[in-house]
């Protein structure tokens, strides 16, 4: 985090002082490194004149692959201006979370006021006329040392970490659409706008590697005892599983080679019918190592995925708002045949993939991660390119997974979430796809506030007063 002290002298400045030293520490506690003036480069190691806001961006400048974030702490009222210049100086254009240190009503002479309360306002203001985008703390004001400020730098890490996660990125699309999947269609070029490259693959390039890679080739060797330590496949056939890692060393390399972070895959039906195997259990190990990956070629799917993995740390699963469960209207079954991340399930084993079976034979259908997903809480998200407006647009909010019965196929769970009816409405008004991403945490105000603050992303936040678009 890079760190800017507001001091203004009309206020007791050396609040600036302490105020510095506490916010450092509490930095240190959250486990963060920081970038800030030093005391010999500035008073205090504040701003307030231009000098010193001329100083602190060059400081910033020079460690711009390292600042993620910027915290603006206000012991004091602060140099409203000085804080907005050092921000446009150095132009860093990354998240800036903004706290101001309360009074002591026992405290409020000439000697020991700090005013930040009101100072707080007038930074806001110049930022806005500045046209910097900030995010603000839970509470106006919440001393550095608090429980409610530990909180809320957790809350901005996540969203540091998300902007960052979209800067850049190259995502993956192996293989084309599947003809019957309209709904998972997109702009490339709207992602591009929104520096977000696709670098594609023919699946007739992934199959023609497979055929020439050996047997016993090092990369394939390495997976398959990955595979092997990853899931129960006792009862897949070796010929399957040694195609399975065929398939993994090939996507592997060729991610390594494009500098790609994650990807969606063509399943239905082309894999089974060229290759004899389903990806899922390839893709459910990219997932839980961090890489997620979506199946059908939904690039925004993978990507409502991304976000909520770079928010929570965790792996991210994508699944399909598939069946109502029962007659509670707050509760639905989520599904996929599946992918998932082994960090999803209660138990899990390697099995056959029933539906496509009936078409392309069992025999060729091995390799889902089959299991009930454990309860727990959970968030969604899902991004769209609306490629009528030419923007991006989505949805997010949180729930959570039930014990309740559930007698299927697949990689599934009961969800609950609440005023479910007027989310599922929301969803076929807008258009959304079938699909959601879901992650086993609570960060939907992260993702929310990274997309829509610092992205500039169209969002619908379920279940927060009326949206917040």
């Known amino acids: 985090m890079g760190v800017i002290v507001g001091n203004r002298g009309f206020f007791p400045d050396h609040l600036a002082k302490s105020g510095r030293e506490e916010m450092l520490r509490a930095l240190k506690t959250a486990g963060m490194e920081v970038v800030a003036l030093d005391p010999n480069e500035s008073k205090y190691g504040a701003v307030e004149t231009r000098e010193e806001s001329r100083f602190c961006a060059e400081l910033f400048t020079r460690n711009r692959g390292r600042i993620d974030g910027v915290i603006v702490t206000l012991p004091n009222f602060g140099e409203e201006r000085a804080i907005a210049d050092a921000l446009r100086l150095a132009d860093l254009r990354v998240p800036v979370l903004i706290q101001a240190t309360p009074d002591d009503p026992r405290k409020m002479t000439i000697a020991s006021r700090r005013d930040s309360f009101c100072g707080k306002m007038s930074a806001c203001n110049n930022l806005r006329q500045y046209g910097i985008p900030y995010s603000i703390t839970t509470l106006h004001t919440e001393s550095p040392d608090s429980p409610e400020f530990a909180k809320d730098l957790e809350w901005f890490a996540a969203v540091c970490r998300v902007v960052k996660g979209f800067r850049n990125l190259r995502v993956g699309g192996i293989g084309a659409r599947p003809a019957a999947f309209n709904t998972v269609r997109y702009s490339e070029k709207i992602l591009e706008s929104h520096g977000i490259s696709i670098e594609t693959?023919?699946?007739?390039?992934?199959?023609?590697?497979?055929?020439?890679?050996?047997?016993?080739?090092d990369s394939a060797q390495a997976k398959l005892a990955a595979i092997k330590k990853y899931v129960d496949a006792s009862s897949v056939p070796a010929?399957?599983?040694?195609?399975?890692?065929?398939?993994?060393?090939?996507?592997?390399?060729?991610?390594?080679?494009?500098?790609?972070?994650?990807?969606?895959?063509?399943?239905?039906?082309?894999?089974?019918?060229?290759?004899?195997?389903?990806?899922?259990?390839?893709m459910s190990m990219m997932s839980n190592e961090l890489l997620s990956s979506a199946c059908?070629?939904?690039?925004?799917?993978?990507?409502?995925?991304?976000?909520?993995?770079?928010?929570?740390?965790?792996?991210?699963?994508?699944?399909?708002w598939n069946n109502n469960y029962g007659?509670?209207?707050?509760?639905?079954?989520?599904?996929?045949?599946?992918?998932?991340?082994?960090?999803f399930f209660r138990s899990v084993k390697m099995d056959f993939q029933e539906i496509i079976a009936g078409t392309v034979g069992k025999e060729n259908t091995f390799g889902t991660c089959v299991g009930l997903i454990k309860p727990e809480k959970m968030s969604f998200a899902r991004f769209s390119t609306d490629d009528i407006a030419g923007k991006m647009r989505g949805y997010v909010g949180e729930g959570r997974f039930t014990d309740d019965p559930l007698n299927t196929f697949g990689g599934a769970g009961v969800v609950e979430i609440p005023q479910m009816q007027k989310l599922l409405r929301y969803i076929c008004e807008n258009g959304f796809e079938h699909h959601v991403a879901a992650n086993l945490s609570?960060?939907?105000?992260?993702?929310?506030?990274?997309?829509?603050?610092?992205l500039g992303w169209k969002m619908y936040w379920h279940g927060h007063e009326n949206g917040a678009c």
């Open 201 to 217: 693959l023919d699946l007739s390039e992934v199959l023609g590697r497979i055929e020439r890679m050996k047997d016993d080739d």
């Open 239 to 282: 010929l399957a599983l040694l195609k399975m890692a065929k398939l993994g060393a090939v996507v592997d390399q060729w991610m390594a080679a494009t500098e790609v972070t994650i990807s969606a895959v063509q399943c239905w039906t082309s894999i089974e019918e060229n290759l004899g195997v389903v990806p899922c259990t390839v």
């Open 296 to 320: 059908e070629v939904d690039i925004c799917g993978v990507l409502g995925m991304h976000a909520l993995r770079l928010a929570s740390g965790t792996p991210s699963a994508l699944l399909d």
């Open 327 to 343: 007659s509670d209207p707050n509760k639905a079954v989520c599904f996929h045949c599946s992918n998932l991340p082994k960090h």
């Open 442 to 454: 609570t960060v939907a105000s992260s993702v929310h506030e990274a997309t829509t603050r610092y």
